[in-house]
């Protein structure tokens, strides 16, 4: 199984945060950050330096801190609060879903450190589960872009569209793949690379580990294997998922997350509904992280093009090929 | 019915009561709800919206409005009968409380009223709400000020005290918290069940300005949400002591009324006391 790996452009998701940030200060005043200690990592120090009457520093308080957001909210601004996805869908989930999503308020949500890939702090500070408790709260719009160029665009987009939003980003440097005039519609996935034979629906910084596993494959093994980005998690684009679902009559979804509740799962409920296909998820298998080099731990966890190209031949034993 | 701002305390008394048959009638026909403390908190509910807070009952979202978070989200019948007695909507919608399909859901809902804020009913998040907007306020240069009624009990909620510490460090003096201590939650005595004793102190040492009342009289109510209102630089709270079932002699300092509708003859009983002390 030769994966090629190339050089690559390689940029930390939040960064693309941190500098879409920055122009939403200019471009529009009603735009304010709130982060709860944690400014170097989230990125959110790059707003605080240019407009630090609209940056918050709300202390190691994450309940607090989505509270005093949806009241920023109420009052026409636009807030980004932006800490670890673990403590901020986590602890604040009950704010997150009573305060934010019930009121359905205007309340962009910046998840950093998302994944195994987070390294050496280990399993408290890698959230693996924030898609899954994020996306079953109604009115909530989940995205987890590909990388730190479709994160600015995400970040740009969330502060045009009304209603709550979760935006999830990691910590290390991972592969530049999408282009700065690539579309990004909120809602819309893309096609990476088109196929017929098996379809890797992928949502974050993974999809170009599913990119160099479908180049293995076809190189390989002849296989037309389909790439698609879903970076918008929730609402899911159902036309899309399947289209290629009956395209290809295999599925392989990829995320670094559980594969419980996650975005496997929610492809998978497209999928089940529309037209059932065989389908292998990669992803966490039910359990926690530990400390390491994100290059160690992800193939550790099996989140790496490797697994994915097994899980493929597998779908597609199943498939009848 | 009442030319607002009332300034007048045996008005204000009157409306209290008003307030306070409502909750008894609006608990009654739900068969269900929160007495209790709604009664506690009437006595406050008819000062802040006939005498004190700016408002438009013709314009729920009037930008120069005053705010009012209702953090302890349950007593919902004593501001629903407030929203409905300044004007906002008519006196038979009171009565659909609780039942399907009403805008007036167990526990408040801004996403079927937009005459209400926020959503609360999960205890503890309101003070952080009023935080937000005051924050957003004081980034405007509005003057609107910011109310914020909580429990005594909820005081429990870790979350509160995150919120008190965030208004004495942006020294938001146009937030205005008021306490209805009224000693009682679901479970018995709060210094029972997780004392929150020294009251006053606690919310002095956060740097709070502390005014402490009879949250039944009248006239100290008016008092102390004027004089929060001339507090600088630091936020205020009332810390209002009030008896939990006010007004109703069978309900009064009971825990059981927290979130228990009367029966019919308790309803009728109860009236005819709130009756009696109409003015």
Redo the contacts between chains.
Sequence with gaps: MPIKRREVEMKPTRYGYGEALVELGASDPNV?VLDADLSKSTMTKLFAEKYP??F?D??I?E???????????????I?FVSTYGVFVAGRAW??IR??IC????NVKIGGAHGGISVGPDGATHQALEEIATMRCIPNMTVIVPADAIETKKATLAAARMHGPVYLRFGRAPTPIFTKEDDEFVVGKARVLRDGTDVVIYGAGPLLYEALLAAEALEEDKGLSVAVINVHTVKPIDVDTIVEYAKKCGAAVTVEEHQVMGGFGSAVAEVIVQNHPIPMEFVGVQDRFGESGKPEELLPAFGLDAETIYDKVLKVLERKGN | MFERPVEDTAKLKKIANQLRKDVVKMTYLAGSGHPGGSLSAADMMAVLFFYKMKLDPKNPKWEGRD?FILSKGHICPVYYSALCRVGFFPEDELWTLRKFGSRLQGHP???KMQEI??????L??????????????K??GKPNRVYCMLGDGELQE??VW??I??AA??KLDNVCAIVDYNNLQIDGFVEDVMGIAPLADKWRAFNWEVIEIDGHDIDQIKKALDEAENIKGKPTVIIAHTVKGKGVSFMENEAGWHGKAPSKEEYEKAMAELEAQDV
């Design positions: 304010v009457e609209r918050f709300m202390g308080a309940q607090d801190m989505l509270g005093t957001a949806a009241g920023l909210a109420i009052e026409g601004k807030p009950d704010q009573t305060t019930y009121s359905n308020l | 705010y809902a801004s996403s804020e926020v959503s609360t009913g999960s503890g998040q309101g003070l952080s709400v009023a935080n937000g907007i005051a924050l957003g306020l980034l405007d870790g979350q995150e919120a510490m965030t460090h942006y």
